[in-house]
């Protein structure tokens, strides 16, 4: 019914109460619902209980935005705090007992150095069997980069053209924290690459993971025969799913079959009655290079091991086969873990709403796709919203 | 630094005989609640592992390496790797596993799994 977002980078000036505010607002102005008609207030956000020592943001923004006495909550789950804030919403609407949830999702994670922000993402794995010795989600994501590569062949240059394509997408987002092109040459090809985009957990190297953002997103979620008037096109999330796998990666007996993504998606298009072969935009959960690569497959638009080769091939850019993250990704919108499942819904309503400038809108979208992915996608919910035929 | 005996835990089914690391309340495969603690044994081969340059607060150093190994009775588990980051390390290769210092909290050593080269 109504999308925000505010331009997603380092935003040293603004509160995390301000951003998730001003991005509250925004999807309220755009479901004209300025004055109130809230029944509830769901708030995705994974760290201002360790980062900003703030707890209850959502209480603190229902009374901010003067939405009292509508339900609020916070809803922690990790990266994928955003897309569990929707499904909640979504799942309280279709029960019959709200009619409108505002569901706003932000971070600010530059509040604190590199290393404070890294550990506090790491605060998610298992604090005995992994958080102890050091380990990090691009040191789980490097981990998992060397077995896909062993197994199904995925190379250093098949990497780079995700971060290629990515990052040249950010540069026409004006929400993206990252707006800078990069080149093959600069960052693979060229000696000096080595320079330019160092190892980071290698496989991994420094272009692959995205940046640490501030950010928030918010969409006003409302059941359809309850919009009588509506002054854009309405766009219904026609399918969710979601799904979760063993919390260590070690326990897996495929460690490169991410089972939570397949299953999550398979729930959301048989709720959808759709296949992958009638989604017409994605957002996948990029915070690695190599994720785009693996659920690209897992999802279904490619089988297995030929997901970095279509990328290389050009097949998920805009007038491929299958556009991904046509707002960047995460790769380049940034990732403030709270706000990114909401910001992959705003992104995808604005395609299906036809409303992007013509370098970034998929021609005539009628179907799109998300995955928010948790942890190491040991919890993952993918939406599948549709364009309502007039 | 004196090295300890590994004190890690492995749980085994009574009913399935599926190896648990770490703890689980039930079975993951048949949901049962009754396990036998298994030590991890013999030597480990090397699943997967990563050099990581971009540390988490807690870690003074300028990288760590860090892999998932294989024990010769079936126990996974996670592990700093004691080696220099030119070592030609691969997945496959086998490795020694010791209890040794992994990090320092409040001044004092943590202890946990360390995989050094054989021989």
Redesign the interface.
Known sequence: MGVGMIPFGRRDEDSLMDMLAWAGLKALDDAGLGDGGVDALYVANMGSGIIQHQTSVASALVDRLSLLPAGAESIENGPASGASAIKNGLLAIASGYYDTVLVVGGEKMREV????A??FV?TMT?P???Y?????L??LA???T??YM?KYGVTREMLVSISIKNQAMGTLNPYAHVEMALSKDGIFDDPAAIVNN???????HLYDACPVSDGAAAVVLTALDKVKKPSKPPVVIAGFGQATD??????RAD?TDLKAVTLAAQQAFERAKLKPTDIHVAELHDAFTILEIAESEHVGFFKKGEGGKAALAGKTKLGGQIPINLSGGLKARGHPVGATGVAQVVDIVWQLRHELPKERQVKNAQNGLTVNFGGFGNNVLAFVLRRVQE | MKKKDIEIVAYKCKKCGKL???FHDRC?ECKSREFEPVKPQGDVRL?????????????DARY?I???GEFENGV?????IDVDESYPLK?GMTLKPVWAP??VKYGEN?Y??MFEPKG
């Open positions: 150095t590199g290393w404070r890294t550990d790491a298992h005995t069997a992994e102890v010795y050091g380990i990090t691009p040191g490097g981990m998992f060397r077995l062993e160092p190892p980071a957990a290698d496989p991994l063993t919390h260590t990666l070690q326990e460690p | 648990h690391f770490p993951m699943l997967t592992f990563t050099r990581i340059y971009n540390l988490p607060w807690g870690f760590l860090i892999g998932v996974r588990a996670m592990g700093r997945t992994v990090r943590v946990g799994l």
